[in-house]
């Protein structure tokens, strides 16, 4: 299995805004199955750890890509630490 090309970056730190992505990515090998084509899109924007998230991903012939936009919101992890 091949992870593919992954960055990551920030796009706001005032508002602690980042991404991060993973292309070209093979999900098997075509001897166990093909997936020919995915698609979804996701928002949520349920404020949680890594959250309100904007996501998309799309596979194409066992190619998985995937962007992720996020908020990191350290507020609701100190209520994890209480």
């Not at 706001?12 to 980042?18: A, D, F, N």
């Not at 924007?45 to 190619?63: G, R, V």
């Not at 990191?72 to 100190?78: A, C, G, Q, V």
């Amino acid at each position: 299995m091949n992870l593919g090309f992954m960055p990551y970056g920030t796009i706001s730190k005032k508002k602690r805004i980042h991404w991060e992505g993973q292309f070209l990515a093979t999900i098997r090998d075509f001897k166990d199955g093909i997936t020919f084509f995915k698609f979804r899109i996701n928002l949520d924007l349920y404020k949680d750890n890594h959250s309100p998230a904007f996501q998309i991903e799309l596979t194409i012939l066992n190619c998985y890509n995937h962007l992720w936009i996020y908020q990191n919101n350290p507020d609701y992890e100190d209520e994890l630490d209480d």
